[in-house]
């Protein structure tokens, strides 16, 4: 496991399969002005650094209409993230956590997700604002976000105790 990354007091990890089920095109990459983890924005809201989506050209056509959306969904692999954690201590939190109640990218399946405001497009490239990830985060698939079914006001996470949203 990464050194950045060692189990720390609390933490839970899984000794990883030897082989997966499933295979994946990274058809991208993220370009961020962050290459530390440190640097990177804790909060997608109110960041407004502008990133870049940059397509595989290959898959250039597949951005046709897209313009139309002003905000997309991103998916993208942390591909610097240890996948066996199971339960985790993050440095804020009051106490260890699983690791499927948490928005860490140390995941057995190490998928972000973002919502982007898409700014502009040239070729087989996007502008976007709310991104998060480090410099050359591998990119998995980009959808249009849907504020009349993506969106749920109403929804809590509890954190220490008392629901935030
Ligand atoms: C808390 S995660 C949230 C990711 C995504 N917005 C989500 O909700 O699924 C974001 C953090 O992951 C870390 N990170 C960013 N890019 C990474 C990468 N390529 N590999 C591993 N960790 C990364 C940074 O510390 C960043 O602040």
Redesign the pocket.
Known sequence: MDEEFGLRPGEEALALPDRYDAGLHFIGRLRTP?TR??D???N?LGNEAVCTVALDPAYAPALRNVEGASHLVLL??????PRGLLVQQPRHADGPRGTFSL????RPN?????VVELLGRSDDTLAVRGL???D??PLLDIKPYFASTDSRPQAIVERAGKPAR
């Open positions: 962050w983890r440190a990177c924005p804790k997608n993208y692999w942390m591909d610097r993230a928005r860490s990218p140390a190490p998928i972000a997700l973002a998060d990830c480090l050359g985060t």
